[in-house]
């Protein structure tokens, strides 16, 4: 199927279970995010705390709809340069070279100053031109013919200048380039935008995007997406690891452990031949569910009570 | 169903939810695409088009619950249901009653029955005349319900205000959707002999009770939502231009000196201060150098800095002030996003800094102890600036603000203009905010006319709205 065909066909229903295929568990609300963006063509914006598998939805739609993706990580101080077009100033500065070099043969029988720049202007103006343009992610995405997943991650860590500066981006598919003009998009890239909330974004830019929250999982969603990652792992072990990590959430903890965190354990656990949670296991394998040293301490100190609870609630 | 929608609109405004018209003409598309048949869809579609934080999210979930409630046409449903149950159970027994007639030689009446025959569907039998009949009988709940609603629409039951108009709301929308009409006819089939038409008439009263209901609870509805968000918008608004003094009888107003601080530190988050030394940004300077054929004109810097103003406030909290000074404070400290750096000082006899309060303890706390410690004895300025002099002047440089708070009665004290004087030329702005009216400075032990003349800027303060605009001048000036 081309891709402007299976992007057609899309229906909440079919990236449900397109996800699944690709191992991307999700429930209906991330899949009616995905439908709303491709038909309405906007861009996502997701947040959620850290590990709920924000970046890794936009790895997942790439591949469901065949596409590139391409990837724009935001930090304090990232600017246009980085982001959307950089010029080739080595080669920018070749040609001025050359240019007066051949300054001499070109004007070579003109008359008089007034004469000598006329023809000047006659010689088109290459200095500023695409050919000297090095595309950077935003430019990329634009330009890809066949349309391209953007995934531009922790929007939250940029300056709020570069907020605005995406809003032409976000809205229009366009960016311009002072020198040139407006480059418009060959066709519209599916975006995402991450957000861990550190800091509150634009008005401008909330209303431009879908939003979609993704919170923690319910224990259900989570044993599926366990099953799915780590299908070594047996049932007992799975629903055993799944509360238990459910209890810790419901914690006074400084970092509740993530997803990612979960599969992890997961994975070790399954490397260790563990079949079942016990005590002196837990304690042995908690720093890879918990990352700071309190925390750890003080899930030590509960550890037996919050086993035994997990059983009775089996 | 648009005039629908946009009323849900309005409903989420009122429910703090901040929705721009781009994203009500968004949410339209996502409705025509996703459409009214499946509602946990349309919740989650249209909770992703206009709900754009995890609070939004919350009163989107809960003003959608309210406001699509499709559960009332299926009570509809069921209560026609009954009613026809009922009907086919009396219908039963209309048939013994022919074989009586027969074996009691009551040929006559017998007759009758067999020539106009018992159809054997109660449906066939009853058929209204009046169009609102037709409709409650027919059973289309949907029909129903958009009857209903258009009902509401035209009899403006959106604009319900109070509770006791719910009854006269519920009326007008029963007249509009023709009641009298049916009501004349209940009556006319009551009075007929004809047992069809006494069927029919028990049939539409029981779907106009059901009716009379199902509008009763959507007038509730539209109070819950319309009314409601009506109501705290004008309590808000109110309590923007309340004098402070009487703020303290409203609920909730720490909740909107956060709003308000929120929209603040929002306005001015991140301003940004690019420096004309430090470190060359290499990159940048060459991209410049370019057109002169890369001669470095037009050097750039590297360093950008974060404006984050120190603030010291001094406050008067003797009894006149110090309902203003706990709005004061209260603005301050909820504004720490953007002023990260606020020592407050509190006087009224003589002057400490409570700074730590505000750091130990929570906020109303704080400030209900900073009133305790202060807030007893008989104001002196004089004597509160010499002391800040002592106490912190060598702290004031030329980033500080400081805002004093106060009426500037000094009961005839020494004023100390010199020491105000000082403050003032070691600090970047000294700013007045005076619960007083403007012409009310200078009369009688007021000293403001003096103070005045060394103050970089010099407000009336005694509304939030007020409050408001003082630290936006004060924000937006440094």
């Known amino acids: 199927m081309s891709q402007a065909s299976i992007i057609e066909n899309l229906t909440p229903e079919s990236i449900q279970s397109g996800f699944a295929s690709l191992g991307y568990i999700c429930d209906e609300s991330i899949a009616m995010a995905i439908y709303l963006a491709v038909k309405l063509n906007k861009p996502i914006l997701v947040e959620g705390p850290p590990g709920v598998g924000k970046t890794e939805l936009a790895k997942a739609t790439a591949s469901l709809v065949d596409q590139s993706l391409i990837r724009l990580q935001c930090y304090e101080g990232l600017d246009e340069s980085k982001a959307l077009y950089e010029w080739k100033y080595g080669k920018q500065l070749l040609y001025t070279q050359v240019l007066k070099d051949k300054l001499g043969?070109?004007?070579?029988?003109?008359?008089?100053?007034?004469?000598?720049?006329?023809?000047?202007?006659?010689?088109?103006?290459?200095?500023?031109?695409e050919d000297f343009l090095e595309p950077r992610p935003l430019l990329q995405a634009l330009k890809e013919p066949n349309g391209t997943v953007l995934l531009i991650d922790e929007i939250d860590k940029s300056d709020?200048?570069?907020?605005?500066?995406?809003?032409?981006?976000?809205?229009?598919?366009?960016?311009?380039?002072?020198?040139?003009?407006?480059?418009?998009?060959?066709?519209?890239?599916?975006?995402?935008?991450?957000?861990n909330n550190t800091r509150e974004l634009s008005d401008a830019l909330k209303r431009r995007c879908l939003?979609?929250?993704?919170?923690?999982?319910?224990?259900?969603?989570?044993?599926?997406?366990?099953?799915?990652?780590?299908?070594?792992?047996?049932?007992?072990?799975?629903?055993?690891?799944v509360n238990f990590v459910h209890t810790l959430r419901d914690m006074d903890l400084k970092k509740h452990p993530a997803i990612s965190e979960t599969i992890d354990w997961a994975r070790a656990l399954v490397l260790l031949h563990a079949n079942s949670l016990d005590a002196a296991l837990v304690k042995n394998t908690l720093n890879l569910l918990l990352k700071h040293e309190e925390d750890i301490s003080q899930v030590k100190q509960e550890l037996t009570a919050v086993l035994n609870k997990n059983k009775a609630k089996r | 169903m648009d005039n629908t929608f946009v009323e849900f609109i309005h409903a989420l405004r009122g429910a703090d939810v901040r929705v721009s018209t781009a994203?009500?003409?968004?949410?339209?598309?996502?409705?025509?695409?996703?459409?009214?048949?499946?509602?946990?869809a349309l919740k989650l579609a249209l909770g992703q088009a206009l709900a754009k934080s995890e609070e939004e999210k919350h009163s989107f979930n809960a003003c959608f619950d309210h406001y699509f409630q499709f559960t009332s046409m299926d009570?509809?449903?069921?209560?026609?249901?009954?009613?026809?149950?009922?009907?086919?159970?009396?219908?039963?027994?209309?048939?013994?009653?022919?074989?009586?007639?027969?074996?009691?030689?009551?040929?006559?009446?017998?007759m009758s029955q067999i020539t106009n025959p018992q159809p054997s569907s109660p449906l066939e039998a009853a058929q209204s005349e009046t169009p609102l009949g037709q409709l409650l009988l027919s059973g289309d709940q949907a029909a129903a319900a958009m009857a209903i609603a258009s009902a509401g629409q035209s009899t403006n039951a959106s604009q319900i205000q109070v509770m006791t108009q719910k009854g006269l709301y519920g009326r007008r929308m029963m007249m509009a959707m023709g009641l009298e009409a049916m009501e004349e006819e209940i009556w006319q089939a009551e009075l007929s002999g004809n047992i069809n038409h006494q069927l029919l008439a028990q049939q539409l009263r029981s779907a106009r009770d059901v009716l009379r209901s199902e509008v009763k609870d959507y007038i509730e509805r539209q109070f819950v939502l319309q009314a409601k968000a009506k109501g705290k918008q004008l309590r808000q608004e109110t309590m923007m231009s309340v004098r402070l003094e009487h703020l303290r009888e409203f609920k909730d107003t720490q909740v909107l000196v956060r709003k308000l601080a929120k929209r603040l530190a929002k306005k001015h988050a991140q301003r940004k201060k690019v420096h004309n030394r430090g470190q060359l940004d290499v990159r940048s300077t060459l991209r410049l150098s370019i057109p002169h054929g890369g001669i470095m004109f037009n050097p750039q810097w590297r360093s950008k800095r974060t404006n984050r103003p120190k603030v010291f406030v001094i406050c008067d909290v003797s009894g006149s002030v110090s309902q203003v000074a706990r709005f004061l404070l209260m603005f301050l400290y909820s504004l720490a996003d953007v002023l990260p750096k606020v020592r407050a000082f509190a006087f009224s006899s003589q002057l400490g800094e409570v700074t730590e309060l505000f750091q130990q303890l929570e906020l109303d706390d704080?400030?209900?102890?900073?009133?305790?410690?202060?807030?007893?004895?008989?104001?002196?300025?004089?004597?509160?600036?010499?002391?800040?002099?002592?106490?912190?002047?060598?702290?004031?440089?030329?980033?500080?603000?400081?805002?004093?708070?106060?009426?500037?009665?000094?009961?005839?004290?020494?004023?100390?203009?010199?020491?105000?004087?000082?403050?003032k030329q070691r600090c970047h702005q000294l700013i007045w905010l005076n619960p007083e009216q403007r012409s009310r400075w200078g009369s009688g032990d007021s000293e403001m006319k003096r103070y005045h003349a060394h103050c970089t800027l010099a407000e009336v303060c005694n509304s939030l709205s007020h409050l408001e605009r003082a630290i936006d001048k004060l924000l937006i000036r440094q």
């Open chain 2, 366 to 423: 704080a400030i209900d102890e900073t009133l305790d410690r202060y807030g007893n004895g008989s104001t002196n300025y004089g004597q509160a600036f010499l002391d800040f002099n002592d106490h912190c002047l060598r702290d004031v440089d030329s980033k500080t603000t400081v805002i004093i708070l106060g009426d500037a009665r000094n009961n005839y004290g020494d004023a100390e203009i010199e020491s105000l004087r000082e403050i």
């Open chain 1, 160 to 195: 709020h200048e570069f907020e605005s500066f995406l809003l032409e981006m976000l809205s229009d598919y366009q960016i311009s380039v002072p020198e040139i003009g407006t480059i418009k998009a060959n066709s519209t890239p599916i975006v995402f935008l991450t957000s």
């Open chain 1, 211 to 241: 939003h979609l929250y993704i919170p923690f999982p319910d224990i259900k969603l989570e044993r599926k997406i366990i099953q799915s990652r780590v299908p070594e792992a047996p049932a007992d072990l799975r629903e055993q690891l």
């Open chain 1, 105 to 129: 043969d070109l004007l070579k029988g003109a008359h008089g100053l007034s004469e000598s720049v006329e023809r000047l202007h006659e010689f088109g103006d290459i200095f500023y031109s």
């Open chain 2, 75 to 110: 009570s509809l449903k069921e209560h026609t249901e009954t009613a026809l149950k009922e009907m086919e159970s009396q219908q039963s027994e209309q048939t013994p009653s022919l074989i009586s007639n027969i074996l009691s030689g009551d040929m006559l009446a017998a």
């Open chain 2, 23 to 40: 994203e009500a003409l968004d949410a339209m598309q996502v409705l025509q695409l996703v459409g009214y048949h499946n509602r946990s």
